[in-house]
């Protein structure tokens, strides 16, 4: 199988002295379905943030799709961000554009065909079923709602990568399966998912793929794991 | 680009202007374009004048004294046919000398003083092109039977040079007015780029280029331009009329522009130049507050 990302010893120590990521050497294959665990603050969404260039290491290098994310020119970085699409943790929807418009927004950058736009924005829209708020402005949507409008942008234009960034943080337990399922789906046509969750109950009813960050390094990385070393196959720990 | 896309940017430009642009902005750059205007108004005034005036422009050539009826038909004759020359007016000596009284007016009296007619008889010579007046003048003077070329060199050349003063100085308005005007596009434009800057910051986490974020600005940029320069050619359309009314009515021989087309070509320069320097402004100053 091929080697979607490959990190190099990588190293993100933020200007304030932080620690988000320490000599981390990983990788993920194409096609895979990973999740990403650790507690809050272990470096998740600085991990997910270092694949679009959100933020630079401080060492080491990352490779996605064969390219180089450190020494890529500032004009390429677009295009990696269409090929690497995120749900983000705090949605980061554009406040004066309507559910509809902020969904079409990554497919506008493309210059897509607008017939397409429409129909995939509402296909989009559908799945996470929100097809009825098309025109409403996240600030009249809940938090699960533009959440999921977040959802629907990361996924409406088949990404190579989408980085789910606690995708499920503010749903109820039924939505967040609903999710779930999408985001299989998803997985299934080919894109390669990381998902950052703090949500023990998927994790482990997935058996997929676990890394396990604390304090910015990487403390277990199982093939078909659980939200906790073994402890949650047999007796339940606290925490 | 897509029109789709096309339509996109100037939607946002047009949205983002009616959100952004304030009214002391927008007049500040319509007063601007105003004056910027004014001056090309009096800079095409001046022009149009002066080449009235350049038209009228005439030599006079005196003739030596006793000649014979019959000599100066001849003098006459060789004036014409001399080349560049439009018209030939013969004036006696009493003629000029009268047209002399009627010039110095109440100064005339020194004429009574001088005694006898001082004036020589004399052609005035229209010519064809104002600009070889003095080579004209010049192939007169070699006529025999001429004694000396008058023209009005000194008054063109000050004329000339009055004209290329108040082009310097009207240039010189005008870049400021320019500046000015750039100036007040691309603050408002900074503050929205500022306001925005969140959302610029996501635009380009959902993978739009620096371009597909700066086009509605540029748009908004013209926007701002266009209806500044729209407010300030309509101002000046109509005050350029009431101002012709009140000068033809209080002094009807100085020959100012009257027709509407050279105005309204003015205008709508104006209006090209306000989106052009709204584009500069949209463009360039959003990219030194693009970085995120
Ligand atoms: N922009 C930043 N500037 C300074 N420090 C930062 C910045 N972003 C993250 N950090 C720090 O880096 C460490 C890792 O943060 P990160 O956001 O990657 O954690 P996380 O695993 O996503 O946590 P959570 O589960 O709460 O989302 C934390 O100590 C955090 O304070
Ligand atoms: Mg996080």
Redesign the interface.
């Known amino acids: 199988m091929m080697m979607l990302i490959r990190l190099y010893n990588v190293s993100k120590v933020y200007p304030n002295g932080a620690v988000g990521l320490l000599n981390v050497d990983t990788y993920i294959r194409q096609g895979e379905f990973v999740f990403l665990v650790g507690p809050s603050g272990a470096g998740k969404t600085t991990f997910m943030n270092l694949l679009t260039r959100q933020v630079l290491p401080t060492q080491g290098q990352v490779i996605v799709d064969g390219r180089n994310v450190v020494r890529m020119r500032p004009s390429e970085v677009p295009y990696l961000r269409r090929a690497v699409r995120m749900i983000f943790q705090d949605y980061k929807l554009l406040p004066n554009k309507t559910a509809y418009e902020n969904v079409a927004f990554a497919l506008r950058v493309t210059e897509a065909n607008p017939r397409q736009i429409r129909a995939r924005v509402m296909e989009s829209l559908e799945l996470v079923g929100l097809a009825w708020k098309a025109r409403a402005y996240p600030g009249e949507l809940s938090g699960g709602e533009q959440q999921r409008v977040s959802i629907a942008r990361a996924i409406v234009g088949d990404p190579t990568i989408l980085l789910a960034d606690e995708p499920t943080g503010n749903l109820d337990l039924d939505t967040s399966w609903g999710i779930m399922e999408l985001l299989l789906r998803i997985n299934k046509r080919g894109t390669t998912v990381i998902m950052a969750t703090h949500n023990r109950s998927i994790v482990n009813g997935m058996m997929r793929r676990v890394i396990e960050l604390d304090g910015g390094k990487i403390v277990r990385d199982d093939e078909r794991g659980a939200y906790r070393r073994e402890a949650d196959h047999g007796m339940v720990l606290p925490g | 680009?897509?029109l789709?896309?096309v339509w996109?940017f100037l939607a946002e430009g047009w949205h983002s202007a009616r959100r952004n642009v304030s009214l002391i902005s927008l007049g500040t750059i319509a007063a601007s374009l105003f004056v910027l205007g004014a001056v090309g108004l009096i800079l095409m005034n001046l022009n149009h004048i002066s080449q009235l005036l350049q038209a009228r422009i005439e030599i006079r050539a005196f003739l030596e004294d006793d000649l014979s009826p019959e000599g100066v038909a001849a003098i006459r004759a060789q004036i014409q046919a001399t080349d560049g020359v439009a018209q030939v007016t013969f004036v006696s000596k009493d003629e000029g000398l009268r047209r002399l009284r009627g010039q110095l007016g109440e100064h005339a009296g020194i004429l009574d003083v001088v005694g006898e007619n001082p004036l020589p008889d004399a052609f005035d010579v229209r010519v064809e092109d104002p600009d070889c007046t003095a080579q004209v003048a010049a192939r007169i003077s070699r006529i025999p039977g001429v004694l000396s070329v008058n023209y009005g060199r000194g008054f063109t050349e000050k004329l000339l040079a009055t004209m290329r003063l108040v082009g310097v100085a009207g240039a010189a308005v005008a870049v400021l007015f320019v500046a000015a005007v750039v100036f007040i596009v691309g603050n408002t434009i900074r503050l929205t780029v500022i306001s925005r800057a969140r959302?610029i910051e996501?635009?380009?986490?959902?993978?739009?280029?620096?371009w597909?974020i700066r086009w509605p600005f540029l748009v908004e940029g013209m926007v701002v331009g266009l209806v500044g320069a729209a407010v300030s050619g309509l101002l000046l359309f109509a005050g350029y009329k009431v101002t012709v009314r009140y000068i033809t009515g209080l002094a009807p021989f100085i020959p100012v522009i009257t027709a509407p087309e050279p105005v309204a070509a003015l205008c709508i320069t104006l209006l090209i130049m306000g989106v052009l320097m709204g584009a500069v402004a949209g463009g360039v100053f959003v990219k030194r507050y693009l970085r995120v």
């Open positions: 680009m897509r789709t896309t996109y959302e996501v635009m380009k986490l959902v993978g739009a280029t620096d597909f």
